[in-house]
Every structure is written in structure tokens, then in C-alpha cells.
């Protein structure tokens, strides 16, 4: 074998090499958390938190969080019988923001003039200019609202009382989720654990704007049996809505095991299948991209109880964190993700579990 020959075959093993080095290099590994266990702090006024049904974050790294008052038991809200039955709790009003270091900021929400609040809380959405988005999934919460971050109201889209069907442009049915697009004034809602559509409103007057069901198809209200992952409509609930940078929509079909992604104008493009043999109330609750570059998505698995990390191009599986289990770091139906600008994962639990979560990215 002559020297040139030699030389040109290191060459191209070199390149090979550092070809492999690259695909392998910590900067192309899927993120790795570590919970916080001292997130957050202990709350003031003798307040307990009921299920936790919602988290997110603003521009500033705040993270806001949404409960259920009405979900404490009489031994969880004590403090607040007649005669007193404990020294402890008393529940915290609905809406807290807290800041990256676990600190509570602010706390409002519940009943108030001029708008109709959700009897049972579900959802929280911080656009970019600081709005407050919030729902509820109550039999009769057929409304989304909108406040400033210091809890004036300013919009109210739908109204309690009975749901008109799939097909209503001014009426909600039992939303779950919300996604402002600050270019086009418009909000997405996830709508939701009646109705089975993405619906859009404009985002300052609450004008009706188009809606959409499963694979882009006008949706129906149908009675569906259980899990059918090829179903040609949304289950219930339509758990999730996020706009990506991309301008594609993704969509949690939660009990369908699936994610289905869309163009703004509904639609489809295609889906992504996750955890299929999950039964019960399916395994797609909510997702967030993992950071700014948005290659990877979590989803948070409320059925499973973990939070798993996908490639957001193919949908494969690439990590995960989390088991069932009520220490730090387990979960008991996580239901909300929210991450801020550091790569810092914030979770929420509902049912039994009460509580919210920090998970510090460490790779």
C-alpha cells in the first residue's frame, strides 16, 4: 500500500472519528434534571395549597401557578372551621407567583366584579406582555379570563353555565389550556374536557376566529368509547395547546396517547404516538418545549407520573425523570410543565399529590 494511500485512509478515519465525536458530544445529549427539593419556600399566612392544576412562566423567570381551594379537605383548611379543628391551614387565594428561588411574589384570584370565575381552577397562561390567562374545567366553566399580572381583570371569553357544543364560536366547553400568538393578537385554547377542538379568539376583543377538531376535521360530540388512538376526533380532554417558533402548533390528545401538530390555521401536518399502551387517562397531559432551541419536547405523563423528554423531529424517547411516589422528585398526577430560561422545569400535581415542583437542568 503506497504512503498516499496510507495517509489518505487516516484522513478519512480522523474525519470519521470526529464525525462520531460530535453526534456523541455532551451538546447533543438530551437535558438531565435534578430536583430541587427546596422549591418553594414555605408559604405565609398559614396558606396550604389545594391541587395544583396549572404552572407557567413570564418573561422575567416568575413562575405562576394556579390551585384548587375548594379541593383542601376539612383536616388540609383546618384553621378555617368553625370552631377551629386545627391550627393549620388556610387556603391560598387561587393565582401565586413566585420568583426562581422559590420566594412567593404575589397572590390573588377568585370571585370578583365584572367577571365569572372557574368553580374549579384548570390552566394558567402568561403571554408576553405579562397578561394572566386562566380557565376552569368545572361541569358549568365554559370561560377563559384574562388579567394584568396584578390581577385586574380584563377579559372574559365564554361564560359559565351550559356548554353549546363543538361547534359554538362564543362558547367554551370545559377549557383546559391556552397559547397567545403576540404577532397575530390571537389565542389558542384547548377546549377541552367537553368540547373536542382547538378554538381561536383574538386576543385583545375575544372575536371568534376559527376552531378545528382531530387531523384539521370539524369536530364532533359524538360519544367516543375509551382510548382509540386512531380515532378521527379528539378524546377528551384536549389537554394542551403550544405554538412553537416554528409557527406549528402542538396539541395533547390526552387519553388518545398522541400529539398532533398543526399549522396555525389548523391544518394538519401530522402526529406523534406516545406511551400507546397507557389506558386510563392517557399519557399526554401537557408539553414544553425543553429551551430555546425547542429540538426536544417534555411531556408531562400524568398516568405514568413522569415527565419524559422526546425528540420534538421524530417523537422518539430520549429520557426521562420521575416515578409515582410522593417523596421529592415523584410524582403523584403530574398535570402542568412550564421551563424557564435556564433550562429550570417546573411541575404541578393534582388529585392527592398538592404540590408544585422545581427540577434543575444539569446537562
Known amino acids: 500500500m503506497s504512503a498516499f494511500i496510507r495517509l489518505s485512509l487516516l484522513v478519512l478515519m480522523l474525519i470519521a472519528g470526529g464525525a462520531t465525536l460530535a453526534q456523541n458530544s455532551p451538546t447533543t445529549k438530551a437535558p438531565q434534571y435534578k430536583v430541587d427539593p427546596s422549591w418553594p419556600k414555605p408559604l405565609p399566612n398559614n396558606w396550604i395549597l389545594g391541587q395544583v392544576s396549572g404552572v407557567a412562566t413570564d418573561v422575567n423567570n416568575h413562575i405562576w401557578v394556579i390551585h384548587r381551594p375548594l379541593t383542601l379537605t376539612d383536616d388540609e383548611r383546618g384553621a378555617t372551621l368553625t370552631p377551629k379543628r386545627s391550627k393549620c391551614c388556610i387556603p391560598a387565594p387561587p393565582v401565586l407567583e413566585f420568583d426562581q428561588q422559590g420566594n412567593l411574589l404575589h397572590a390573588w384570584g377568585g370571585p370578583g366584579a365584572g367577571y365569572e370565575w372557574p368553580k374549579n381552577e384548570h390552566g394558567i397562561y402568561i403571554d408576553p406582555t405579562g397578561n394572566v390567562w386562566v380557565g376552569g374545567n368545572d361541569v358549568t366553566d365554559h370561560m377563559i379570563l384574562k388579567f394584568t399580572p396584578q390581577g385586574k381583570f380584563l377579559l372574559q371569553i365564554g361564560s359559565s353555565g351550559k356548554s353549546l357544543g363543538s361547534n359554538s364560536t362564543s362558547q367554551l366547553g370545559r377549557p383546559a389550556h391556552m397559547n397567545v400568538d403576540p404577532v397575530a393578537n390571537e389565542v389558542y385554547v384547548a377546549d377541552g374536557y367537553l368540547n373536542k377542538r382547538v378554538i381561536v379568539f383574538d386576543s385583545n376583543t375575544g372575536a371568534y376566529k376559527r376552531h378545528w377538531g382531530a387531523y384539521g376535521n370539524t369536530p364532533s360530540d359524538e360519544k367516543m368509547d375509551g382510548f382509540n388512538p386512531k380515532s378521527s376526533q379528539f378524546s377528551n380532554p384536549v389537554h394542551c395547546v403550544r405554538l412553537m417558533k416554528d409557527n406549528t402548533l402542538l396539541v395533547c390528545d390526552r387519553a388518545n396517547n398522541r400529539i398532533q401538530v398543526f399549522e396555525k390555521n389548523g391544518k394538519f401536518i401530522r402526529e406523534m404516538a406516545y406511551e400507546i399502551d397507557t389506558k386510563g387517562s392517557g399519557s399526554v397531559w401537557d408539553l414544553i418545549p425543553s429551551d430555546a432551541s425547542q429540538k426536544y419536547i417534555l411531556i408531562a405523563d ?62
Not at 410543565?337 to 388529585?351: K, N
Request: hydrophobic content about 30%; charged content about 25%; overall charge positive.
Open 302 to 363: 400524568g398516568t405514568n407520573n413522569e415527565v419524559a423528554v422526546l425528540d420534538r423531529a421524530t417523537g422518539q424517547k430520549v429520557g426521562s425523570f420521575g416515578r409515582s411516589g410522593r417523596n421529592a422528585g415523584d410524582f403523584h398526577w403530574v398535570h402542568n410543565i412550564a421551563v424557564d430560561s435556564d433550562g429550570s422545569v417546573y411541575t404541578t400535581e393534582v388529585d392527592t399529590g398538592k404540590r408544585a415542583q422545581r427540577f434543575i437542568r444539569i446537562k
